[in-house]
């Protein structure tokens, strides 16, 4: 009788444990009713929370999303939320009932601000719940904040000092690709003390409707994310590991399948995550699953540690 060796997906990256590489891309994924479909829990490697804000906010006027048939989509959410105080209540403890490490996504106009969620956040009574901080330095879909602010590193290395002062957790910096170099935005983030770089949010884009000969989107330029955006992720990532081959690169933009994720390990990412396929396919996690677990069995892997950043050498 033969057996199946499974190979264990676990990676550890800035002190933690993922027992798999497979996270949520933020604002793209409604775990608790995913939960329903299938069970995360022996699927996910982590759960990334919808960046929050200090204050609640309303979002763009609509239409905020259009689709771009085979190549993505283009949105401008404008960081709807229900606020910190409301996040870290009821939001929280609820994701963190799906056993698996969380991860906070903030989003402030100044690094005071940043500093001042942070502890907000650490002296919440959930304040355990909560595994790491992601900030969001590169939203381009607000008027302040966002990718203004993390297209300087001035203000990247003070935002990421600012948290990382007074809290414990790891923090990871989601960085733009709408800047004209973002390894020296990642470097202004390890300076300011980030455990990890998650890279890369939306590429701004631009939709005409040819009808009205005007733009579909309200504030014209929106975030590009979907299949067409992987070569750029793919580029950030690399120049990104290649610089900073001892810092933890989350992988972010475009991933559809095990290939992906595989070719953005093989960059440099020791994780990755999910987002715009998730709107069509969000079982998706599970086909990725079991096919990184075939590719390690048909390529004798002990680890998928052995896969990040090989292509490098
Ligand atoms: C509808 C939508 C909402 C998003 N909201 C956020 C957000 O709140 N915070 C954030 O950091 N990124 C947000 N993103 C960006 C994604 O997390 C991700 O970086 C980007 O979409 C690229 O990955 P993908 O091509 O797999 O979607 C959003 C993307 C989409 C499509």
């Not at 996504?105 to 595994?131: C, K, R, V, Y």
Request: glycine share 10%; net charge negative; proline share 7%.
């Amino acid at each position: 009788m033969s057996t199946t060796v499974t190979t264990s997906l676990s990676v550890t990256a800035a002190g933690l444990s993922f027992q798999s590489p497979l996270l949520n891309a933020s604002g793209t994924f409604n775990a608790p009713l995913f939960n329903q479909l299938y069970p995360l829990q022996e699927i996910m490697g982590g759960i990334v929370t919808k960046t929050v804000t200090q204050n609640p906010q309303a979002g763009n006027m609509q239409p905020r999303t259009t689709e771009l048939p085979g190549i993505g989509m283009l949105n401008s959410i404008g960081l709807q939320n229900p606020g910190l105080a409301y996040t870290l209540e009821t939001e929280i403890p609820e994701l963190k009932a799906l056993g698996l490490p969380v991860i906070l996504s903030i989003s402030a106009n100044s690094s005071g601000e940043f500093a001042q969620m942070t502890e907000t956040i650490l002296s919440h009574p959930h304040a355990s719940l909560i595994d790491a901080l992601e900030l969001n330095l590169s939203c381009p879909n607000v008027a302040k904040g966002g990718i203004h602010f993390g297209s300087a590193t001035d203000s990247v290395k003070e935002a990421l000092s600012a948290v990382t002062r007074i809290c414990p957790k790891p923090v990871f910096a989601k960085l733009t690709p709408n800047v004209s170099d973002i390894v020296s935005i990642g470097a202004a983030a390890i300076e300011g003390g980030a455990a990890g770089l998650t890279a890369i949010n939306t590429v701004l884009g631009v939709a005409i409707d040819i009808h009205k000969k005007k733009p579909i989107m309200p504030r014209v330029s929106a975030g590009y994310s979907g299949p067409g955006i992987k070569p750029i992720a793919l580029h950030a990532i690399w120049n990104l590991h290649k610089h900073f081959p001892e810092t933890p690169i989350i992988g972010v933009g475009g991933i559809g399948n095990a290939q992906d994720v595989l070719e953005f390990l093989m960059a440099g990412a020791t994780l990755v995550q999910v987002g715009t396929i998730c709107f069509r396919q969000p079982t998706i996690f599970k086909t990725i699953q079991t096919d990184l677990q075939e590719f390690c069995r048909t390529e004798n892997l002990n680890s998928l540690h052995e896969l990040i950043g090989c292509a490098h050498t």
